[in-house]
T-cell receptor, first 113, second 110 residues
Framework: AAGVIQSPRHLIKEKRETATLKCYPI?????VYWYQQGPGQDPQFLIS???????DKGSIPDRFSAQQFSDYHSELNMSSLELGDSALYFC????????????FGEGSRLTVL | KNQVEQSPQSLIILEGKNCTLQ??????????LRWYKQDTGRGPVSLTI?????NTKSNGRYTATLDADTKQSSLHITASQLSDSASYIC?????????FGTGTQLKVEL
């Protein structure tokens, strides 16, 4: 069965550069979530989209932006990268705004040097 | 403020033994509670999802319980295996929001 696909799996950037992470949800899922997980920490909610519209916003820095496209894939854009942005970024998708089963991607590991 | 607290923070058990992980939450409104297993550096994988009316749900050697009155849940792992070594995360959903617990780090040793 198709799962949540994230790309790239690994990304190395330098300070002040930009990065874009992509997420392809499970087909027919209408909700996408983005999470940031630092080493040894629980995932922190960044932002979510329902039917291509932003539905909720968490602790997403102003330097970050995200959107969901017509094909339901989502992209997380990060600018002016800082060392503290180094983390695992997870995307998850579900049906019915999270009331249904929530499936996570394998994550994109961002390292900022 | 919505919170999900898990205990213990970490746990070491011998292979073949059973263990129980705890999750207490103060999330309102409440929609469902999920348990995830997360291997280091990998995405969380769902073990169980329970709604308000469900008291117990099993998935192989994993059995989750939910007491919606006391707002407590437990995850019982039977006959542990080395591959059970991972972080177990309790996630509570309510009002279209998900609140993550801090996780229990389980290590199964020979």
């Amino acid at each position: 069965a198709a799962g949540v696909i994230q790309s790239p799996r690994h990304l190395i950037k330098e300070k002040r550069e930009t990065a874009t992470l992509k997420c392809y949800p499970i087909p027919r899922h209408d909700t996408v979530y983005w999470y940031q997980q630092g080493p040894g920490q629980d995932p922190q909610f960044l932002i979510s989209f329902y039917e291509k519209m932003q539905s909720d916003k968490g602790s997403i820095p102003d330097r970050f932006s995200a959107q969901q496209f017509s094909d339901y894939h989502s992209e997380l854009n990060m600018s002016s990268l800082e060392l503290g942005d180094s983390a695992l970024y997870f995307c998850a998708s579900s049906l019915a705004r999270g009331a249904g089963e929530l499936f996570f991607g394998e994550g994109s590991r961002l390292t900022v040097l | 403020k919505n919170q999900v607290e898990q205990s213990p923070q970490s746990l070491i058990i011998l292979e073949g033994k059973n263990c129980t992980l705890q999750c207490n939450y103060t999330v309102s409104p409440f929609s469902n509670l999920r348990w995830y297993k997360q291997d280091t550096g990998r995405g969380p994988v769902s073990l169980t999802i329970m709604t308000f009316s469900e008291n117990t749900k099993s998935n192989g050697r994993y059995t989750a319980t939910l007491d919606a009155d006391t707002k407590q849940s437990s995850l019982h792992i039977t006959a542990s295996q080395l591959s059970d070594s991972a972080s177990y995360i309790c996630v509570v959903s309510g009002g279209n929001k998900l609140t993550f617990g801090t996780g229990t780090q389980l290590k199964v040793e020979l």
